[in-house]
């Protein structure tokens, strides 16, 4: 009797705790993400973000019923992060929709559209009409977010978003003309335009009266007014933002022969101690292109070739400080295009200068003539990479709280730029992400610097596997790959049935 009661008490204890634990997790969330990047759980960055939510978020989410299999983990992974982010807000709710006879109408009429995707069933390929997506409600505001095939990115997204809703000032962006040039800038006006308010061809002369938080400028040619140097003064002095795109040597693409840019804007960024050097920095560390084994230029058709191009430096390794967010967290690799030398001139110590990107310790300096072949046959500057790092990137920080970021090459943030470019398969870099990450840090709003790049990772090979791709290297690890997993279920298999020969003996014996 005395046992049983005992039992009965245990059974009691389980139960208890059993609760207990259920009533303390509903208040406390935790999640162990065992990835290198924490990729499925959220940041501090969106934590931070979630804590300025005064006022009921009520997630809305429109997904159809019959997804094929590829899309049903889209829905789970999103139902997975919806609930990490009520898990850390009680302003926080998701419904989904329910899928009746209004339903793709009610779809319809927020703005989120159907689509047609391929799905393969029975051996046969069909086509099936689905709708995904997700409508914010916050304060009176609504931002609608279609999310067909989304899941690299998610919490971006969706931390971005909540911070559109939640900031009560959208700030201005303008982008300054100057001059006769005029460059493209769409993938600029796409990017930055889904959470800032974009002027376009602001001039100068304009620029004392505009509600302005950053002007971006590249590409000056020729000598700016003295209305305009001086309004440009008043706006940085003011403790507003420039982020200025300015090189100091033309490049011709035809000829392949660069000259030096004559401009009144290096006499306006001395004033504050950043010259731009009359040369062209090259660095061992640089962009692929597809060349021709005749001449310096890109290929043609016939006769291509795969060449490192050392007059587009990829940066990847970034310098950063105690304190300070610059931007460049979570970067991969930005390249820049026919960069200049930045060198700071100022002795005062009243103005911060921060260096932002420099080259490897694999540089060279081409400087009075300047040839932009890209095979060593007709460029041989080419073969003595052996000159120290140089500053091609800065940051100028003003006591009045004016900044000035400044990257020697003029056409960054020209749709068209050859550094943006693809030229090569597994070319990649991370341009635009730099972008947003120095203007997120001028504007005071950093949050989402970190969670930008989170979810990228280079994994390069190794220093001892470089250039041995197609060698015995790679036949040794292929194999390495095909057999050893085998081995795995092979050895765990003959552990099991060991164990259970084993087990099966045991009962034989004991039970005779």
Not at 141 to 147: F, R, S, V
Request: aromatic share 10%; charged share 20%.
């Amino acid at each position: 009797m005395k046992s049983k009661k005992s039992s009965y008490f245990l059974y009691f204890i389980y139960i208890s705790a059993f609760i207990l634990i259920n009533l303390i997790s509903m208040n406390y969330f935790k999640r162990i993400d065992l990835t290198d990047n924490k990729m499925y759980s959220l940041s501090d960055s969106s934590k931070l973000t979630i804590d300025k939510i005064d006022d009921p978020l009520i997630i809305d989410l429109y997904f159809s019923d019959d997804l094929p299999g590829q899309l049903q983990n889209n829905r789970r992974y999103i139902q997975d992060i919806l609930e990490e982010y009520a898990a850390y807000s009680n302003h926080i709710n998701f419904y989904f929709i329910k899928n009746d006879e209004k339903f793709s109408s009610k779809a319809k009429a927020e703005g989120l559209q159907s689509q047609d995707i391929k799905v393969i069933e029975n051996d046969e390929v069909t086509f099936k009409t689905i709708i995904m997506g997700m409508k914010l409600r916050y304060n009176g505001k609504t931002e609608i977010l279609p999310m067909l095939g989304i899941s690299a990115g998610l919490e971006y997204t969706i931390t971005r978003t909540i911070k559109k809703l939640i900031d009560e000032k959208q700030h201005t962006i303008a982008i300054g003309q100057v001059g006769t040039k005029v460059g493209l800038y769409e993938n600029i006006n796409t990017l930055l335009g889904e959470r800032f308010i974009i002027n376009n061809n602001v001039v100068l002369s304009s620029l004392e009266d505009s509600n302005i938080d950053l002007l971006l400028l590249g590409n000056i040619e020729g000598d700016l007014t003295d209305d305009e140097l001086n309004n440009l003064r008043i706006f940085i002095n003011s403790g507003k933002k420039l982020f200025l795109a300015q090189g100091k040597i033309n490049t011709d693409l035809q000829t392949w022969q660069g000259t030096v840019k004559q401009s009144n804007i290096y006499n306006f960024l001395n004033e504050y101690g950043l010259n731009i050097e009359e040369n062209l920095i090259l660095d061992q560390n640089s962009k692929k292109i597809i060349a021709t084994s005749g001449g310096g230029g890109l290929a043609s058709f016939f006769n291509r070739m795969q060449i490192d191009y050392p007059l587009i430096p990829t940066i990847t390794e970034f310098q950063f400080y105690d304190n300070m967010t610059t931007g460049l967290e979570g970067l991969q690799a930005v390249q820049i295009a026919f960069p200049s030398e930045i060198t700071f001139t100022d002795t005062s110590n009243v103005n911060t200068f921060l260096p932002l990107l420099s080259t490897s310790e694999n540089s060279a300096t081409m400087s009075e003539f300047f040839n932009l072949g890209a095979l060593p046959e007709v460029n041989p500057i080419l073969n003595n990479l052996n000159e120290s790092s140089k500053i091609i990137g800065a940051k100028l920080i003003l006591p009045s709280g004016g900044e000035i970021v400044l990257i020697t090459d003029s056409e960054f943030f020209d749709d068209n730029n050859l550094a943006h470019r693809p030229m090569v398969r597994n070319d990649i870099n991370e341009n635009y992400t730099f972008i947003e990450n120095i203007i997120d840090v001028m504007i005071g709003d950093a949050e989402l610097v970190s969670l930008r790049s989170r979810e990228i990772i280079s994994r390069p090979l190794i220093d001892e596997a470089l250039g041995k791709e197609n060698t015995s290297l790679r036949t040794k690890w292929k194999w390495i790959n095909i057999f050893l997993p085998s081995l795995f279920v092979i050895g765990y298999g003959l552990i099991r049935r060991r164990n259970i020969n084993k087990k099966s003996k045991y009962i034989l014996d004991y039970y005779g």
